[in-house]
C-alpha cells in the first residue's frame, strides 16, 4: 500500500533547486518550483541521467547529460533524445516535513 514518507524538510531546497532523496532504493528528485515542492525520478529515461543535477527552468529541468527535457509538475518528457516520461510522485508538505508517496 502507498504511503508518505518523510524525505526532507522544506528549509532543505531553495526556490528553483533540486535535491536527490533516495526512498526504499528508488532514487527520486525533489524540486521547489516557486515554493511547491514535486518529485520525479531522478533517472533519466534517456540512458541514466541524474536529473537532480540538471538545470532548472521554471517547471523544466534539462539532463545534464544529453539535453532532453522533462515537466518536473507531471515528468513527461518535453524535449529529446529521452522518449518516454519519467514516473511522478505525490509530495505532501507536513509541517516543515517534505513527504513523498510511494
Ligand atoms: S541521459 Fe538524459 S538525455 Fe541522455
Redesign the pocket.
Known sequence: MAEFIKVATTDEIAPGQAKLVEVGGSEIALFNVGGSFHAIDNT?T????PLCEGEIDGVEVT?P????VFDVTTGRVLGP??AESVTRYNVRVNGSDLEVEV
Open positions: 533519466c534517456h540512458v541514466g541521467g539532463c547529460w544529453h539535453g532532453a533524445p529521452a
